[in-house]
């Protein structure tokens, strides 16, 4: 092993020991850190928490003096636990969190100081994040962006900062972060389902969305890790060959979690309590060293903040732990690749999950409806759904094998089949009272107990009903939920909307009753989204043929995939919801389009860099050795020498092939570069990165691989993968 390696492995077990209160209980610590309901009753006037607690149920404004009093409130918690500055904290279209952070401290006459956080500073910022990316909404120098509180997730302190939720908008008024959008979104799916409720109960005033998601990441040392530049700069190896043992035995799956990853996750999961994450399950993932947390589900909004915040908090404790934490959705080629499955339903403020079978027919109906629409909505924007989750990183994993397709469909397991062939052959009109009682009593009627198994769980599905919630599994594990949920609520509001309007004007129209009309609409979207459904194996050759008859899309790289964030039909949905307008739709495409290209041309370069400055001096360190060997054998053994040199001179000749083929696929890798920049349409030039330049990877790594195998493991300059992934 090489000494660079051998230094970085040696780290692996210097560890500091973490200091957490191990006596302490969890739900003690549970939130205290969060400015929640109940600590801004301790710290804010009557009328200040009121007033909060009414922007957070309904919506409402906040008053200026009001924000006073509670900028007041929260800043004496904050301090009181320690906090020194405050920020503004958001999530720009980066996909991280961005924060800057000012300090209470002031100034006052006479050289004494105070610690001042007014109204003012609480509800809105102007950072001078001038360089986050826009798509060409907001000129540097013309419009500004501010950042607004968003009391519906509440201000936390982290270390010593107060950090404050907030949207992040320009003064023009467009959307520049994730999370604008999506709290439109959720209010637009709060509206639609608040009028489709009230079929079937007058009382439903709010339905909120809510979301469960699972983070899965690779655990890796810090010192292994910061010895691979590929790595450190594309957050995934580019190249290594699999090793001997890779996760073919399944004995990491559901595993014990080995000793120090667990030392990492006891301290994470204490920050989490602090912060009010509510985690609650964590384990082993497939592949060696690939671990999975997930908490209970909350509000959409909410619960996108915490995977945010997580994903920092994860990276701040892996430091203390000398781990760095890949959150890439391939960062071995071979293994498992890691996701962000996201769970999903819809719930009343009358505590009912819509997405859940009730225990009577009329609850069931209200549960098919809500079922069937989401079906439908994902049937007639699967292209859409399958852009909310493109990225350059996330192509490796869909479609490859472990991963679910590039192609959506939805898994509803055979029970619901079953319920849902029933619906399709209802009477079209009105329905005999004979019907009905059949319907109520073999159909609608049946669900409940044949829901408790649904052990025929299929994993290859990327959009699956798991009992009383759908499952979006192709999110990928470094994405920001914001996006995919946004467009999630988004159809399924823009469907709900259609629905009520559909089955009131058979109600008006064709004097049908209430339940007549709405098995009618049903059965037609029943027959409508058939093409979407998929119970067989999505990873299988046939289900790309059979997808293709169906006319479901199969976009497997992103440039293709993005096309649907602009189309007519995509800006027209978001338009009318009032989720996003034409500029912010193009803005976030042209963003978005443009992170692709630079992520490929940075892999381009950085695998450049290391098959010419690492790997081919290595070779030819190695075949130097070799042809000194051979030369010493013909010394001793004159023209005899080939008898005893055969295996060195094949080796020497390997060697010059492989370095030959790196270093002219090398050259054409560039070249191809080259070209595409001078492209000044973004769109083809994407389009020029995915198709001219990323297959060279492919072959420059397999030649490196090759490479690999043969030269001395002494001289090898980078870290092996049986090294990253088996060190634990
Ligand atoms: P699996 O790994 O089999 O998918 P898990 O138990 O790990 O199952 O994950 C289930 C996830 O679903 C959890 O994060 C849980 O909080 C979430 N969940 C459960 N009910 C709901 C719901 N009504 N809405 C959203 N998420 C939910
Ligand atoms: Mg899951």
């Known amino acids: 092993m090489s000494t660079l390696r051998f230094h970085a492995l040696k780290e692996a077990y210097n560890h500091k020991p973490i200091t957490v209160e191990e006596n302490q209980r969890r739900s003690e610590i549970f939130g205290a850190n969060v400015f929640n309901e109940s600590t801004m009753r301790q710290y804010l006037t009557k009328e200040a ?7 957070i149920k309904n919506g409402s404004k906040i008053d200026r003096t009001v924000a006073d009093h509670v900028s007041t409130g929260m800043k004496e918690w904050a301090i009181s636990k320690g906090a020194t500055h405050y920020t503004h904290w958001f999530q720009p279209l980066t996909g991280a969190t961005a924060e800057k952070h000012d300090a209470f401290f002031e100034p006052i006459d006479s050289g004494r100081a105070i610690e001042k956080f007014g109204g003012g500073q609480l509800v809105q910022q102007e950072p001078d994040a001038s360089s986050f990316p826009n798509g060409g909404i907001r000129n540097t120098f013309e419009a500004r962006g501010y950042t607004a509180w968003d009391p519906t997730s509440p201000a936390f302190v982290f270390g010593t900062t107060l950090c404050i939720p907030t949207v992040f908008v320009a003064y023009t008024g467009e959307a520049l972060d994730y999370k604008t959008p999506l709290l439109r979104a959720l209010q637009a799916v709060d509206s639609a389902a608040v009028a489709v409720c009230k079929y079937f109960d007058k009382n439903v005033k709010k339905v909120n969305a809510s979301l469960g998601w699972e983070q899965e990441y690779f655990l890796i040392d810090s010192g292994l890790a910061m010895s691979r530049p590929d790595i450190m700069l594309t957050g995934r190896t580019l190249l290594g060959h699999s090793p001997a043992k890779g996760q073919q035995l399944d004995d990491h799956y559901f595993g ?3 000793n120090r990853a667990m030392a990492y996750m006891r301290d994470l999961e204490t920050e989490c309590m602090l912060l009010g994450i509510p985690v609650k399950t964590r384990h082993n993932e497939v592949a060696p060293n690939q671990f999975e947390l997930a908490p209970i589900y909350d509000e959409a909004n909410l619960a996108v903040d915490h995977n945010s ?7 701040k404790v892996a430091e203390r732990h000398n781990f760095k934490v890949l959150f890439h959705e391939k960062p071995f080629a071979g293994v498992n690749g890691s996701g962000k499955h996201n769970n999903w339903s819809l719930s009343t403020d009358t505590g009912i999950n819509l997405l859940s079978p009730g225990k ?9 409806t809500f079922f069937i629409n989401t079906i439908k909505a994902v049937y007639d924007n699967e292209e859409l759904l399958r852009a909310a989750i493109a990225s350059a990183s996330n192509d490796h994993r869909l479609g490859a094998n472990e991963a679910p397709p590039a192609i959506i469909s939805v898994f509803i ?3 619901l089949t079953h319920t849902l062939n029933g619906l399709e052959n209802v009477t079209d009109g009105k329905l005999s009272p004979q019907e009905k009682t059949d319907l109520k009593l073999n159909v609608v009627g049946k669900i409940p107990d044949v829901l408790l198994d649904n052990t025929d769980r299929n994993r290859t599905s990327p959009f699956a009903f798991t009992g009383n919630k759908f499952e979006f599994r192709a999110v990928g594990s470094k994405a920001n939920c914001a996006n995919p949920m946004t467009v999630l609520n988004a159809i399924v509001a823009k469907q709900l909307i259609d629905f009520k309007t559909e089955v009131d004007l058979l109600i008006e129209k064709k004097d049908m009753k209430k339940d007549d009309a709405i098995f009618n609409v049903l059965r037609e979207y029943i027959k409508m989204s058939k093409p979407i459904l998929f119970e067989g194996n999505g990873y299988s050759e046939a289900w790309e043929k059979e997808a ?3 006319g479901l899309s199969n976009n497997k790289a992103t440039p293709q995939a993005l096309k649907a964030k602009i189309s007519k039909k995509t800006l027209q949905l978001f338009e009318d919801l009032g989720v996003m307008n034409k500029i912010e739709s193009e803005a976030r495409y042209e963003i978005e389009i443009e992170e692709y290209v630079l992520r490929i041309q940075i892999e381009g370069r950085v695998l450049g860099d290391i098959a010419r400055n690492h790997i081919v001096p290595t070779a030819v360190k190695y075949q130097n050795i070799l042809i000194t060997n051979v030369k010493g054998l013909k010394d001793i053994y004159g023209s005899d020498f080939k008898k005893y040199a055969k295996e060195q001179l094949n080796l020497i000749e390997q060697i ?6 790196i270093n002219s696929t090398v050259t054409k890798m560039t070249e191809a570069r080259r070209i595409s920049n001078t492209i000044e349409d973004s769109e083809r030039k994407a389009e020029a990165y995915c198709n001219e330049v990323k297959p060279f990877f492919e072959a420059i790594r397999y030649h490196c691989d090759k490479l690999e195998l043969l030269v001395d493991d002494e001289l090898w300059p980078l870290t092996k993968y049986r090294e990253l992934l088996f060190t634990k």
């Open 49 to 55: 928490f009121e007033s909060v607690m009414d922007a």
């Open 309 to 315: 915040l997580l994903m920092d908090v994860m990276d």
């Open 548 to 550: 293709k008859k169906r």
């Open 656 to 661: 010059s092939s492989h370095i030959e083929s």
């Open 256 to 258: 014990t979690i080995p």
């Open 413 to 415: 397991g055979a029970q």
């Open 360 to 368: 009577t027919p009329m609850s069931n109906l209200q549960f098919l």
